[in-house]
């Protein structure tokens, strides 16, 4: 995962995570964006989270419509996804 900027998500049109860290996969595109920002080695975990497919890389400020979020309280629990920077 690299970070791509910041991003909102949005639920069934309600803001769920404001101004929030956006990550990408570069092998899948994946997409997640983040209540915390898993960039940072202090932060040890995600908060509230949407995620996406993507086709290709997304925008400096992505916009995220789905209808559900997740909440992540460890960051070593996403231990299929690899944090550029954090080893």
Do not use: E, H, P
């Given at each position: 995962m690299v970070p791509?900027?910041?991003?909102?998500?949005?639920?069934?049109?309600k803001e769920v995570v404001s101004r929030g860290?956006?990550?990408?996969?570069?092998?899948?595109?994946t997409v997640i964006i983040s209540q915390y920002n898993p960039?940072?080695?202090t932060t040890n975990k995600l908060g509230y989270y949407g995620n996406q497919g993507a086709s290709e890389p997304v925008a400096q400020v992505t916009y995220m419509y789905t209808d559900?979020?997740?909440y992540n309280a460890n960051?070593?629990?996403?231990d299929?996804?690899?944090?550029?920077?954090?080893?």
């Open positions: 791509r900027g910041y991003g909102y998500v949005y639920v069934n049109g860290q956006t990550s990408q996969c570069t092998k899948c595109n960039f940072f080695i559900r979020v997740y960051i070593a629990d996403m299929s996804y690899m944090w550029a920077g954090r080893g």
